[in-house]
C-alpha cells in the first residue's frame, strides 16, 4: 500500500491542526499532572508541534506538508519565515519523542520527570509561538 499523497480525509482548514495541537499539549499537560505515562506525554509533545507546524505551513502555502520529522519540518518554516531559525534545536530535541515513545525496545527509553518537565515546557514555548505567528498575522 502506497503513502497517502492526496491525503484526503485531511482538513484544509488550518486552524483545525492548531486546535488537534492544542489538544495533544493538553493531553500531555494531564498526563504529566497526574503521573501518567512520560512517554506518552512526550509524545502527545511532539504531535503537538508536529500539527502546529503543518498548520502554519498549511496557513502559509495553502499546501498540506508530508513527513513527521519536525527539524524538515521547522526549515519548511524556516524559508517562510526566518524568525522559526530559533526553533530549530527545539525541533530536533522534540524529534527522538516521536518513535522511541511508542514501540518496546531492547534498549530502555525512560523519561524522568525532570525531562517530561523539560520536553513540555518546550512544546509549550513553541506552539505558543506558533499560534503567534499566525494570530498575529491575521490581525494585518
Not at 492544542?22 to 503521573?35: Q, R, T, V, W
Not at 520527570?113 to 512544546?123: F, I, N, P, Q, S
Request: charged share 30%.
Amino acid at each position: 500500500m502506497g503513502r497517502r499523497r492526496g491525503k484526503p480525509h485531511d482538513s484544509q482548514r488550518y486552524f483545525d491542526w492548531l486546535e488537534r495541537a492544542e489538544c495533544d499539549l493538553l493531553s500531555a499537560k494531564i498526563l504529566k499532572d497526574h503521573n501518567g505515562d512520560n512517554c506518552n506525554a512526550a509524545f502527545h509533545c511532539q504531535q503537538c508541534i508536529e500539527k502546529a507546524l503543518k498548520g502554519y505551513l498549511l496557513y502559509r502555502t495553502g499546501r498540506h506538508t508530508d513527513g513527521h520529522n519536525l527539524t524538515f519540518l521547522c526549515r519548511s518554516a524556516c524559508k517562510l519565515d526566518s524568525t522559526f531559525d530559533e526553533w530549530l534545536d527545539e525541533s530536533a530535541s522534540l524529534n527522538r519523542y516521536y518513535i522511541e515513545t511508542r514501540y518496546p525496545t531492547d534498549l530502555g527509553f525512560d523519561i524522568e520527570d525532570e525531562e517530561l518537565e523539560r520536553v513540555y515546557r518546550m512544546a509549550q514555548a513553541m506552539y505558543t509561538f506558533i499560534f503567534g505567528c499566525i494570530s498575529g498575522d491575521m490581525s494585518v
